[in-house]
């Protein structure tokens, strides 16, 4: 049927005139006027905005804390540091992530050890996971890998059984549930990302939320150089003006400016999450019949925020392979992308000395995986024109 339409990659016309990109943010008046408003107070950084950002992220999630930071890498290096991460450690982690979880691990000297998926809902494997904990395991750093929660709870008794602290990377899933809890609520510490792809955004930004004191302190002090004016903690004699420094921090500080865009953007976040999963129930419904694409699984104790809506290719029903298909779709200007490259893949990891084949699972899927274009500033003719694209070229393709 559609077959006699011309893909754009041999000159036919592309469903879309202008590119979709696969991800965006949706910053709108509100959002410029908080800004603004901080642009002509006192503050630009270690002001009122922070703490009133961090209040209203630990409340949406339910902790007693969260600490702000530059970037949601900055925040899981210091998630890292506070779990007290060191060299000789070992850290389990995910090979299906961005590069930047696995090296929060490595800015602590230690040593990422990647535990392969489950091949249906592509999150860490729990069962994996304990074949690989030994003497030197020191933690855990699940993946809510498109939004889609980890197991929770079997991740949870495994650390608790063994002594291990679990750092949760929810860079995709603010907003998300498992067993009714909110992710951010249940791992010992969880990072999110407010980069401008992510569920709200600061333009660059992360925060970590925890209920333990310990690490709320810890993550205060890595944040800003290691310095403490705290006069319970000083050694010395307190001068107005004295202050030590007790740990090698970083200047890894959020400013004003982009706490109060964050706290503008969380008021929508109700909003861009039933938009997210409006979309992806659109999809999902639309491409139930293409039997060559197999679609995202979520399990019924969880609610997924969304980030991502990842297809899986059948190339067994397919007549050429992934990067044909992808590159025929970025022609009809369609912005797919690839979530992810698994970590130990890059040259860097390779260099270290990790080899391929480590993650049968990861490592099958990433050949077969496409990330469509979902973000909540989408309107239903750009959704229309992803689904018309799919079918297009994937009907094409179809043996
Ligand atoms: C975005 C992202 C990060 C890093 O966040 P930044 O704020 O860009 O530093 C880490 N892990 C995952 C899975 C991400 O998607």
Known sequence: M???????????????????????????????????????????TTGPHITAFEREIADYVGTNYAVAFSNGTA????????????????????PMTFAATANSILYCGAKPVFVDIDPESYLISPEQLTTKINHKTKAIIPVDYTGNPVDYQEIMRIAKENGLVVIADAAHALGATYHGDKVGSIADMTMFSFHPVKHITTGEGGIITTNDKFYYKKLIL????????????????NEPWYYEMHELGYNYRMTDIQAALGISQLAKLEDYLLKRKAIATTYTEAFQTLDPIILPKI?????????LYVIRLDLSKLRDNRPAIFKALIEENIGV????????????????????????????????????????????SDVEDVISAVKKVISYYEV
């Open 2 to 44: 559609a077959k006699s339409e011309k893909l754009a990659i041999y000159g036919g016309k592309p469903v879309r005139d202008m590119y979709l990109p696969y991800g965006s943010q949706w910053v709108d008046e509100s959002d410029i006027q908080a800004v603004i408003h901080v642009l002509k107070g006192d503050w630009l």
């Open 75 to 94: 925040a899981l290096h210091a998630a890292c540091f506070a779990a007290g991460i060191t060299s000789g450690d070992e850290v389990l982690t995910t």
């Open 222 to 237: 890595f944040r800003s150089h290691g310095i403490t004016r705290d006069q319970h903690l000083l050694t010395s004699h």
């Open 299 to 307: 399990h019924d104790d969880r609610e997924s925020s969304w980030h």
């Open 337 to 380: 992308n690839v979530h992810y490259i698994p970590v130990y893949f890059h040259p860097y990891y390779q260099k270290l000395g990790y080899q391929k084949g480590l993650c049968p699972h990861a490592e099958a899927i990433y050949k077969t995986i496409i990330t469509l274009p979902l973000f909540p500033k989408m309107n239903p």
